[in-house]
């Protein structure tokens, strides 16, 4: 660089054409917000007061369980409010941060309100054909008994549907909202103190994952607690509470519908916008990430936002809702075989568990503190070793509430010690966590060998690079998988011996016990879920400081927060898929449960030497392969499309590498946008309809060929086979990608050769090849498999 460019380079940054205008002429604010800042502050505190009457009246008179997860959930959220005041009464910093923060907010809070327009279309007209395949299907004998006529019952299922869809897309929107917040905050903060930041940016994402948890255990109670009041369930002639969470499973696949799509388009917008940003920047200009020079900067940012953020937190949403649901029409069934006089207990225990996550991960959040020292030249503490402390805390924490809760709410005179049984499952869930979190930093933290042997083999070429990231994903998978093996077969064993028998007195708690394993591992979810949040964040902190041009320092702090963030995305990815997996095992129980009961006839195995059902098999593998396929060339041509952008803009304005002219950002936004849109439609609408097409298809063949049940057989065969190469595929599009950021970040720091180097170069061809395996088709497979399972749920009667 010249001593021209040099000069231009220094300039302050308000010297300089203001480079970050809105991306919108006005500030764009949901339609409830609006709503409710016109209404009088007295009649809205009425209306507040008359819903919690109405909740706390149905809690009372459904369950005393139900009320305490109500009180639970309600202090999470005036925690949450505490959070969010604390975060944004820290100061913005200098004008040019709050010039950027603005326009990362406008790109993001405009996409979102975009997709999720788009999205709740699709919902209205999925909600629809449900509503007319429930109208004319079969019942359970037990719906039949109790008087739940068809359209009652279709009804209740559309409604639980937009319901679970409805939660999902608020709590992506809380997940956005905040982050688009804190992110200037968390830079304004790296100027005086790196732990100043860290704090920041764990309560922002504290805040996030309350509400996120808060919202999928209070939206599951008001339901239940609805439809028990309203159908008079355990009154005489009525349904029994043995069966009432069956008529929750639409939630779960609302929730799920809209977390598949959530984590889609934001995929493809961030990685799109990401992969575009560093081909022609550090590739091509050699200028560095985040350089307010690259055209492309502020839609990758703001995909930070809706990628991570927004689609993280539906995603959570989903995993949690479906798990709890599924427990649930486990632990019913269970105690129906038992013959257990009150049910409640083990039908509701998902609920409470989930209540104490919220507690413990709150003790968890407010355990990280500031220091009193805020200068920057102080040795800066490890911000993983923080985050791990406040980890350590919660796990501690949830062994002892896991234990109470089990003596509380498992305990049965017909089996005295089989609440202890319980204890050590969801002890096996814990631990499983903990292993799960673990491998998954091994593999992808700079500090351990994995990554480090990654960057060594980028000082060797491009080609290198890719076979060593490739075959460090593939490794990946092996202890992963030993763990979940170990965690499902030792659960299901514990839940045998429990002393629960049925009436012939064969054991029946083996399923239960993997269910109370898995409610176990989820059980710090919100912690987890902050730590996710935590990392995107911190991706925006560091952007911004590198647009405003902060000194050095700030930048090496908010690097090492960006860096962390990595591994904690890397952690929290394969701690969703372990807890899918188990979830996934759960809901296919549940699948066959509930076969059973509409079908009438047991349903327990499935055989796949029949030839159609290894047939299913093969289709449920075919389709993790082809639902990756598409969500990966969705982000390719995306991302060609901002390369062409980019690349134009340096030719057509020569004066932007001098800061002599401004780029045009709102374009690439406009680009990623609109393509991300169009791109997620083709993989979303295959993982929607693969399962229905097949069951009737095959029922239809069954039907003629005199094989009752063989659509239901073959859509279980799809989805054991999908659910077992989901696991491994994201795992290994998970580990790969997030090894490839943190060996390209390892270099950065000075090793081999340091940024600039051919190193360097071949680590960002890495990393840029793991974008979209880490970023979009890895964590959009984590919602597949659990979609497929709460989908055939749904539609089960329709194989019959």
């Avoid at 599951?220 to 009432?244: C, E, H, K, Q, R």
């Amino acid at each position: 660089m010249d001593e021209d460019v040099e000069q231009a380079s220094l300039m302050s940054f308000n010297d300089r054409p203001r480079a970050f205008p809105n991306m919108r002429s006005k500030t764009y604010s949901p339609l409830i917000f609006r709503i409710l800042r016109k209404l009088n502050v007295r009649v809205v505190s009425i209306i507040l007061l008359l819903c919690f009457g109405a909740i706390f009246y149905m809690g009372a008179s459904t369950s005393p369980i139900i009320l305490f997860v109500f009180i639970v959930c309600i202090f999470s959220f005036l925690l949450s409010i505490y959070l969010t005041k604390w975060v944004l009464a820290k100061d913005e910093g200098p004008p040019e941060m709050v010039q950027i923060s603005d326009a990362i907010r406008d790109g993001a809070e405009g996409f979102f309100r975009t997709q999720y327009s788009t999205i709740s279309k699709m919902a209205i007209l999925l909600a629809f054909v449900i509503l007319c395949i429930y109208l004319f299907r079969n019942l359970t004998p037990q719906q039949e008994a109790a008087g739940l006529g068809r359209a009652m019952s279709a009804y209740i299922t559309v409604a639980a549907f937009l319901l679970g869809a409805l939660c999902s897309g608020i709590a992506g929107y809380v997940g956005m909202w905040v982050s688009v917040r804190a992110n200037v905050r968390v830079s304004s903060a790296a100027r005086r103190s790196a732990r100043e930041a860290l704090q920041i940016a764990v309560r922002a994402g504290g805040f996030s994952a309350l509400v996120v948890v808060g919202m999928a255990v209070i939206g599951i109670a008001i339901l239940y607690s609805t439809f028990y009041v309203w159908l008079g369930v355990d009154s005489p002639g009525a349904m029994s509470v043995n069966d009432l969470p069956l008529l929750l499973v639409g939630y779960g696949f609302g929730a799920s519908f809209v977390a598949l799509f959530a984590q889609l388009g934001g995929g493809i917008y961030t990685k799109g916008a990401d992969v575009g940003a560093d081909l022609v920047g550090k590739v091509e200009q050699g200028i560095p990430e985040d350089d307010p020079r690259n055209p492309a900067v502020i839609a990758d940012l703001v995909g930070d936002n809706v990628g991570d953020c927004a689609a993280r937190g539906a995603d959570l949403f989903e995993s949690i809702a479906a798990e709890i649901i599924s427990a649930m029409i486990l632990g019913g069934t269970m105690a129906k075989k038992c013959k257990i006089e009150d049910p409640s207990g083990f039908i509701l225990f998902p609920l409470v568990v989930h209540s104490f996550d919220l507690i413990i991960s709150s003790i968890g959040i407010l355990s990280i503190k500031g220091t009193r020292d805020a200068s920057v030249k102080s040795p800066v503490e490890d911000p993983m070793a923080v985050l791990q402390k406040g980890y350590s805390l919660t796990i501690i924490l949830a062994i002892l509430t896991f234990g109470a809760s089990t003596r509380w709410l498992l305990y049965t005179e017909q089996a005295p010690s089989a609440w202890f049984s319980f204890a050590l499952c969801g002890l096996v869930g814990i631990i499983t966590a903990y292993a799960f979190v673990w491998i998954s930093k091994y593999y992808t933290d700079y500090k351990h060998e994995p990554v480090r042997t990654l960057a060594l083999a980028s000082s060797t070429g491009h080609g290198t690079n890719i076979i060593a990231g490739v075959s460090l994903g593939l490794e990946s998978t092996a202890l992963p998988v030993l763990v979940i093996s170990v965690a499902i077969i030792s659960a299901y064993w514990l839940g045998n011996t429990s002393g629960l028998v049925d009436e012939t007195g064969a054991p029946t708690g083996g399923l239960f016990g993997t269910a109370v394993a898995t409610m176990g591992m989820l059980s710090t979810a919100a912690y987890v879920l902050t730590m996710d949040m935590f990392g995107p964040i911190a991706d925006n902190a560091g952007g911004i400081v590198e647009m405003s041009q902060q000194p050095e320092s700030v930048r090496e702090i908010t690097d090492l927060l960006d860096a962390v963030g990595n591994t904690t995305k890397a952690t929290t990815k394969g701690f969703a898929i372990g807890s899918a997996a188990l979830a996934s095992f759960l809901l296919f129980s549940a699948y066959m449960d509930e076969v059973s009961a509409f079908a009438n006839v047991s349903f327990k195995e499935v055989d796949i030497a029949i030839p159609e059902v290894f047939v299913g098999g093969l289709l449920g593998s075919m389709l993790i392969f082809l639902f990756s396929a598409w969500a990966c060339a969705a982000v390719g041509r995306t991302a060609q499309e901002v390369v062409n952008e980019v690349r134009r803009q340096f030719i057509e304005r020569p004066g932007i590498m001098e800061y002599k002219e401004k780029p045009d950002y709102s374009r690439c936004v406009a680009i990623v946008a609109s393509a991300a849109l169009r791109e997620m439609i083709k993989p979303g609408a295959l993982a929607i309809a693969s399962p229905i097409v097949v069951g009737l298809v095959f029922r239809i063949l069954g039907y003629y060929t005199g094989q009752p049940l063989l659509g239901a057989k073959v859509v279980a065969s799809m989805l054991m086979f999908a659910t077992v190469c989901g696991i491994l595929m994201a795992l290994f599009l998970n580990t790969a990608g997030g090894a490839w950021d943190n060996a390209k970040k390892y270099i950065e720091t000075g090793a081999l050769g340091g940024k600039g180097s051919e190193a360097h170069k071949a680590a960002v061809t890495g990393d840029t090849v793991g974008d979209p395996f880490k970023d979009t088709a890895g964590p959009s497979i984590h919602v597949l498999i659990k979609m497929l399972a709460t989908i055939t749920l749904v539609m089960a009667p329709v194989f019959l």
